[in-house]
Nanobody, 121 residues
């Protein structure tokens, strides 16, 4: 079994910054892609940013230039540095990881429990 544990959410004023962390632990041989998603109240979950095992990144247009995704491969941890936050960034942020639990095993998708980010105006 694999667990993703997120941290770093909270309440911040508009224009402020937050850094989210997500650590994967458990039966892990390797971690492929990792990502952050977010879900605002009464809206669908949306992709925020992704990062491959090789370090290639991609992000939603709404956060380009403000959010940066990075990862620490030995620690199986992904980060999301968020700057210039606006109230529209308010959401529950979820960590996602593709994990291979053993040699030759298929990839499985895992989600964190979510961490609340609230940006006040």
């Amino acid at each position: 079994q694999v667990q993703l544990v997120e941290s770093g959410g909270g309440l911040v004023q508009a224009g402020g910054s937050l850094r989210l962390s997500c650590a994967a632990s458990g039966s892990i041989f390797s971690v492929n892609a990792m990502a952050w998603y977010r879900q605002a109240p009464e809206k669908q979950r949306k992709l925020v940013a992704t990062i491959t095992s090789g370090g290639l990144t991609n992000s939603a247009d709404s956060v380009k230039g403000r959010f940066t995704i990075s990862r620490d491969i030995p620690k199986n941890t992904v980060y999301l540095q968020m700057t210039s936050l606006t109230p529209e960034d308010t959401a529950v942020y979820y960590c996602y990881a593709q994990v291979r639990p053993g040699i030759g095993a298929p990839l499985y998708n895992y989600w964190g429990q979510g961490t609340q980010v609230t940006v006040s105006s």
